[in-house]
């Protein structure tokens, strides 16, 4: 029977087996039947009632209080129920896996050496050099015949952008009630004036000048009317913050019409050491430059190279001091000898372009007049940094003289020149002068906003006229198609375009005596074309250049208001009355 159960249940006896056994063996000692290993039928039966309790036991799931849940060797559990291994299935399973060694050493050795391998060897390799020195030599040819760009040459903080000239402080905001503007008003609009996009301003002068009174002048205090020294001071600390720099205008005797109390000023000794006193004062205030006007009256233009040397002295690399010369002179012959002759200042600013609105120039051949101008200007000026403007305080503002159109034309032009543009205040949103009155005997207010005033003082509330409501900083401000939107645009791409940065200039020809073109371009950046139409009627010109424009040029700007960014062809370039554009295109090798 030992032999049936083995058999059965695949080797071993269970313990309830072992059990039912030893109690057979034992009814067998006592009835003396147990001589032999065979059994008697009625004992048969009940051993295998005893193998069906066992088997009944080893289909149960297992568990941790099974006595078979410890049993190791050939049982095992999934999902519950105990399977039994049998031996001859596990070897029917062993002949059936198949195992891959791969080659033994000796063996991949013998292969190895072939003369197939060895040659495929060599040939691999070969091609690997020959595509990596291929590569190599196609990136050295790629860099050597690349168009290299040129560096940036060094430019100060007055060659990247404009110059707004506060010069007559009093017109400008009054922060009172006395109807004169000061230095707190001026503050009160840094913020204005840094949405303008210029680099600098010019104020002042603002020292105390009794007129044609050598004695009484100090230029080293401000006057009352002004405001004080530590007003001033909160001016530049402010002006800093909004990445302005100021230059203080030292002109002595600006109360009258001899500037310099005298021509003989290089005998005037007291005079020039308190200039030199008080330039060394203001700059050690932490004025980015000096500016001094009609520079025409003095007999020795030395004394500049020496003020030129105080600037120096206190320039650093984040801080370069500016000095700035200033004369009356309209003609071409005496400014350009000037140029000649104040070789110790940065800029030589002068309202040289003012003949081409007062010139009597007629309009089929002020085209033609303001290339002829400028070409001999910049001739002139040879390696010195030139300077560009319209107007002079003692002028006026420009839209008195030229109207609206041909104001946004001049801006357009001085601002995409080479050279640093300067634009007094108000003609960034065409302030007229007052009707009837020489500039130069009244003060003329910056018009702000629509209130009572115009928004310039508290004092005296006067009714606002129609005509001078639509000229304000306000009215303006939210108007894509006024006067200061269009010159905060062309203000913001003269910083910040190289081609109008550092660009060369060439002229460009139009065959129309009414119509100026000229070219800026630098390296590799995007080229820009300026045309500009003096004539009050429409013009349709073809552009020629050498080398030849592209069919199609992109607008970036234009006086008209109405006219959007779209194509133009330059070979029917259709113009507008007093129309100006800027017009762009890209590069290509």
């Known amino acids: 029977m030992a032999a049936v159960w083995k058999g059965e249940l695949g080797g071993g006896e269970t313990p309830g087996m072992r059990l039912g056994r030893r109690e057979l063996e034992k009814e067998g000692r006592r009835g003396g039947t147990m001589t032999s290993p065979g059994v008697t039928p009625d004992t048969e039966l009940d051993m295998k009632d005893v193998e069906l309790n066992e088997m009944e036991t080893e289909k149960q799931p297992m568990n941790a209080s099974s006595p078979l849940a410890s049993s190791p060797g050939s049982l095992g559990e999934k999902n519950g129920v105990v399977k039994v291994k049998v031996a001859e299935e596990e070897e029917e399973e062993g002949p059936m896996v198949a195992k891959f060694t791969g080659l033994s050493k000796e063996e991949l050795l013998k292969v190895a050496g072939t003369p197939t391998w060895v040659r495929t060897r060599w040939a691999l390799l070969i091609l690997f050099w020959l595509g990596w020195l291929g590569m190599l030599a196609g990136a050295v040819v790629i860099i050597v015949q690349a168009p290299r760009c040129k560096d940036l040459p060094k430019q100060e903080w007055w060659q990247k952008g404009g110059i707004y000239r506060i010069q007559d402080v009093a017109g400008f905001q009054d922060s009172g009630d006395d109807n004169v503007g000061d230095l707190a008003g001026l503050k009160q609009q840094m913020d204005y004036l840094s949405k303008l996009k210029v680099k600098g301003l010019v104020i002042g002068p603002l020292h105390v000048n009794p007129e044609n009174d050598q004695a009484g002048t100090n230029l080293k205090d401000i006057d009352k009317r002004y405001g004080t020294l530590d007003e001033f001071r909160e001016v530049l600390q402010l002006a800093k913050k909004k990445s302005l720099k100021v230059v203080l205008d030292l002109t002595p005797n600006y109360r009258s019409q001899s500037p310099w109390f005298s021509q003989e000023i290089s005998l005037n000794r007291d005079l020039q050491d308190k200039m030199k006193e008080a330039i060394t004062f203001w700059l050690e205030e932490g004025v980015s430059g000096i500016q001094v006007g009609g520079v025409e ?32 002179r309209q003609d071409a012959e005496g400014i350009f000898s000037l140029l000649n002759e104040t070789t110790g200042v940065d800029l030589l600013s002068s309202p040289y372009l003012l003949g081409l609105v007062k010139g009597g120039q007629e309009d089929s051949t002020r085209g033609e007049a303001a290339a002829k101008m400028i070409r001999q200007y910049i001739q002139e000026a040879g390696d010195k940094w030139p300077s560009w403007s319209v107007g002079r305080p003692d002028i006026g503002h420009l839209a008195s003289p030229m109207g609206e159109p041909l104001l946004r034309l001049f801006h357009l032009l001085l601002y995409t020149l080479p050279g640093t543009p300067f634009t007094d205040y108000g003609d960034e949103i065409g302030l007229r002068d007052l009707p009837g009155q020489p500039a130069a005997s009244s003060v003329i207010r910056m018009q702000w906003d629509n209130s009572a005033n115009l928004g310039f003082s508290k004092a005296n509330q006067q009714q606002v006229n129609t005509a001078a409501s639509n000229v304000t900083v306000q009215s303006q401000n939210s108007d894509p198609a006024s006067v200061l939107s269009f010159f905060k645009q062309l203000s913001e791409l003269r910083g910040k375009e190289r081609s109008l940065l550092h ?28 045309v500009l139409n003096f004539a009050p009627r429409d013009q349709t010109i073809s552009i020629v250049t050498s080398p030849p424009l592209p069919d199609q040029v992109t607008v970036e700007l234009s006086t ?5 960014k779209k194509q133009l062809s330059v070979r029917e370039l259709r113009l507008a009355p007093s129309e100006g554009l800027l017009l762009s295109f890209p590069y290509v090798a």
Not at 301 to 322: A, F, G, M
Not at 509 to 530: C, G, H, I, M
């Open 297 to 328: 009256h003095l007999n020795d233009t030395q004394i500049l190279s020496e003020w030129k040397n105080l600037t120096e002295e206190y320039s650093v690399d984040d801080h370069t001091r500016v000095l700035i010369a200033v004369t009356r």
């Open 503 to 530: 660009g060369e200039y060439t002229e460009a020809e139009t065959s129309n005596p009414s119509v100026f073109a000229y070219l800026r371009v630098w390296d590799q950046n995007k080229r820009y074309l300026v």
């Open 560 to 564: 008209q208001p109405t006219e959007e």
